[in-house]
Each structure stands twice: as structure tokens, then as C-alpha cells.
């Protein structure tokens, strides 16, 4: 029960990793603010409620400043402060190119996934200081790592927050506020169901996540799992990092493998 009692935000909860990171603070005695742009909201606010947590549900648009204020208030008049930030919301923009992305489709996906995670940084720590120490989290991807897992937009967006993580961690010195984001890598969500969905209706699920050492994607509960170890004092001592959840992905440039167990030709 890492959570018994604290006040905590949760963007994008609606659904895959956000619903999942929700329901897991709930779960550990966290009183949660369940933040999306969907009904999911409500959906995921009363899947806790249903389990015996305490949770309340607010529809918002993670990239309006107006928006992320509202619900930081609400997190104050509802819970008494704010003790952990996870700003997960993002959207994916699509798969185009650099020379089919317009100048409207990258300016909507930094506004959601960069300059979303900026304001939720500036209004919520303020707030989490002021109850003498807490954490901020960011859900990046390993496509801000490195190019070939995400579009020029996505992954310009989340490399943006994993610089942003590292900055703000700096600029909150002497806070107590710690920040830190996740970078995961295929994860089985609302914005990866496609993916999945044809694999399994094709008999190929095998294929998915075959780049990876693990050869497989990864489910929201093992990402959620991540950051709530990073807004707990288990991480007391992490701070401005990127975690790469991703099976292993980023940790190689792209080759060819040897198999386990087989022998090389």
C-alpha cells in the first residue's frame, strides 16, 4: 500500500497504460484523479469505485492549459493537495513521413504529447512541493530514443519529454519533486489495437514484438507497474531518468540475432 492516502493524477487514464496505472494507485490505497478526453474516464473511475477505491473522473484535453489547471484543482478541493503526477496522455499522429506530415499534424502532436507533459510539470509541482515531497511522471517512448519505432512527429514529441524530464528535474532542486519518465515499447493499447487485432485475426501474433530479445509486445499493467515504482519512494533516489520499457528493444542497435539455442550457420 505505497499510496495509502496520497492525492494523485493520472492523464490519458481512459484507457491502456493510464487505466491500468489507475486502477494499480487505486489499488494500493491511492485516492486517484481519472483525467482523459473520453468517457473512459468515467469508465476507469468506476472500475475503482466498483473495487472499493476512491476515484473521480474529469474530462479534459491534456494539452489546454485552462484544462491541466482544472484538474489540479480538482485533485486540491477533492483530496486535500497533490502528492503524484502522471502525465500519460499522448496521441500517435499516424504513421506518415517526414515530407507527408503537414505543419497542422505535427503542431496537434506536439500540443498533446509535449506541451501536455510541460504544463502538467509546471502547474502540479508547485502543488506536490508544497506537501514536502513527491513525484512526476511522464510516459516518453523509445521512439524519442532513437529513430525506427515511431513517426517524425510522435518521435520528435516524446523526445522532447524525455529532455523535458531531465530539465525539469534540474530546474526542481531543492523541491523534493522528483520527475522521471517511462519510454515503452510496444505496448498493447487503444492506439496499438490495429497491430494487434491483425496479428491475431492472421495468425501472426508470433511477429509481434519480434525485434525484441523477449519477442513479444508488452501489456499496459507492465508499463503501469514501471511508473508506479517511480512515483513511490521505492525510486526515492531516481530522478531526471528515461526507463526504457521495451523488452529490451533499445538495448542494441539494429542486427542480425543468433538465436537462443540455435546454432549460427
Same mark, same amino acid.
Request: proline content about 2%; charged content about 15%; aromatic content about 2%.
Given at each position: 500500500m505505497r499510496f495509502t492516502d496520497k492525492s494523485i493524477i493520472v492523464t490519458g487514464a481512459g484507457s491502456g497504460i493510464g487505466r491500468a496505472a489507475a486502477l494499480l494507485f487505486a489499488s494500493e490505497g491511492g485516492r486517484v484523479v481519472v483525467a482523459d478526453k473520453t468517457e473512459g474516464a468515467d469508465e476507469t473511475a468506476h472500475l475503482i469505485t466498483q473495487a472499493g477505491g476512491t476515484a473521480t473522473a474529469i474530462r479534459i484535453d491534456a494539452g489546454l492549459e485552462e484544462d491541466v489547471i482544472r484538474t489540479i484543482a480538482l485533485a486540491c478541493n477533492s483530496f486535500g &493537495?497533490? #502528492?503524484?503526477?502522471?502525465? /500519460?496522455? &499522448?496521441?500517435?499522429? &499516424? $504513421?506518415? /513521413?517526414l515530407f507527408d506530415t503537414d505543419v497542422a499534424l505535427i503542431t496537434e502532436v506536439l500540443r498533446v504529447n509535449l506541451i501536455g507533459p510541460f504544463l502538467a510539470i509546471k502547474h502540479a509541482a508547485p502543488r506536490?512541493?508544497? =506537501? &514536502?515531497?513527491?513525484?512526476i511522471v511522464l510516459t516518453a517512448s523509445v521512439a524519442g530514443i532513437r529513430s525506427g519505432a515511431g513517426s517524425p512527429a510522435y518521435s520528435a514529441s516524446k523526445a522532447g519529454v524525455i529532455n523535458l524530464a531531465a530539465v525539469s528535474a !534540474? !530546474?526542481?532542486?531543492?523541491? /523534493?519533486v522528483r520527475v522521471n519518465a517511462i519510454c515503452p515499447g510496444l505496448t498493447e493499447t487503444g492506439m496499438t489495437k490495429p497491430v494487434f487485432d491483425y496479428a491475431r485475426e492472421a495468425?501472426? $501474433? #508470433? =511477429?509481434?514484438?519480434?525485434? /525484441?530479445?523477449l519477442h513479444r509486445g508488452a501489456q499496459p499493467e507492465e508499463l503501469a507497474k514501471v511508473a508506479l515504482f517511480l512515483a513511490s519512494d521505492d525510486a526515492s533516489y531516481v530522478?531526471? !531518468?528515461?526507463?526504457?520499457? #521495451?523488452?529490451?528493444l533499445s538495448s542494441s542497435h539494429p542486427v542480425t540475432r543468433q538465436e537462443y539455442g540455435k546454432t549460427a550457420a
Open positions: &493537495g497533490l #502528492d503524484v503526477m502522471f502525465a /500519460n496522455a &499522448g496521441i500517435s499522429g &499516424g $504513421m506518415a /513521413n506536490i512541493a508544497e =506537501r &514536502g515531497k513527491g513525484a !534540474q !530546474q526542481l532542486t531543492g523541491s /523534493n495468425n501472426k $501474433m #508470433d =511477429r509481434v514484438g519480434r525485434l /525484441n530479445p530522478n531526471g !531518468q528515461a526507463i526504457a520499457v #521495451d523488452g529490451g
